[in-house]
Nanobody, 127 residues
Framework: QMQLVESGGGLVQPGGSLRLSCAASGFTLDGYAIGWFRQAPGKERESVSCIMSDDDSTEYSDSVKGRFTISRNDAKNMVYLQMNDLQPEDTADYYC????????????????????WGQGIRVTVAS
């Protein structure tokens, strides 16, 4: 069974940084595209970033481009989201997700392409 677990969230001041981790169990992340999504209170879930299954190319939403970096360490079965220059509007629950199929690149902005989801981790940006 594919399971994903996020960690690394918390409270940070505006301008600060956090690194979220997504750990996989029950499968090997190598060969899977992984997406990060977030959902702020009272808002719809939105795509944040994706890393592809084959060439590790990445995609970012306009709101985080230049501030967030997605990466993977297949040896550790982990995907990371480095978040810099955090702003109050980044406050949300963050989720990592994977499609069912390996070596398949989903439409990163569409959550329906992702089948396995972590439980989410809260990120709060406030002074």
């Amino acid at each position: 069974q594919m399971q994903l677990v996020e960690s690394g969230g918390g409270l940070v001041q505006p301008g600060g940084s956090l690194r979220l981790s997504c750990a996989a169990s029950g499968f090997t992340l190598d060969g899977y595209a992984i997406g990060w999504f977030r959902q702020a209170p009272g808002k719809e879930r939105e795509s944040v970033s994706c890393i592809m299954s084959d060439d590790d190319s990445t995609e970012y939403s306009d709101s985080v481009k230049g501030r967030f970096t997605i990466s993977r360490n297949d040896a550790k079965n982990m995907v990371y989201l480095q978040m810099n220059d955090l702003q109050p509007e980044d406050t949300a629950d963050y989720y990592c997700a994977a499609p069912y199929l390996s070596y398949y690149n989903p439409v990163c902005t569409d959550a329906t392409y992702f089948d396995s989801w972590g439980q989410g981790i809260r990120v709060t940006v406030a002074s």
